[in-house]
């Protein structure tokens, strides 16, 4: 059973840091490419960084460059998001994402999502 649970989350005064962590199960951990998405309310899902599988690439959006390191454990089959410099914009539910492409089928897997919140 594929699971991915995400922990790590809370509340921060601005200017603050967390470590988000989502451990996963069930699936080939480090053939999957990994993401940390993020939900705030009344708007859309973004992509905040991700991981590529098998590589040392990481990409970000242009809102957390600099603050924000995605990495990956593949020994722990766990993902993590340093999270420094934490403003109130960055409010959000964070979602971990596990996803790989092949020929037969995609894969798509998405854990349940660790509040943060940014505020004095």
């Known amino acids: 059973q594929v699971q991915l649970v995400e922990s790590g989350g809370g509340l921060v005064q601005p200017g603050g840091s967390l470590r988000l962590s989502c451990a996963t199960s069930?699936?080939?951990?480090?053939?999957?490419?990994m993401s940390w998405y993020r939900q705030a309310p009344g708007k859309e899902r973004e992509l905040v960084a991700a991981s590529a599988a098998f590589s040392s690439n990481s990409n970000y959006a242009d809102s957390v460059k600099g603050r924000f390191t995605i990495s990956r454990d593949n020994a722990k089959n766990t993902l993590y998001l340093q999270m420094n410099s934490l403003q109130p914009e960055d409010t959000a539910v964070y979602y971990c994402?596990?996803?790989?492409?092949?020929?037969?089928?995609?894969?798509?897997?998405w854990g349940q999502g660790t509040q943060v919140t940014v505020s004095s």
């Open positions: 994402n596990a996803r790989r492409t092949t020929r037969e089928r995609n894969y798509d897997y």
């Open positions: 069930g699936f080939s951990f480090s053939r999957y490419d």
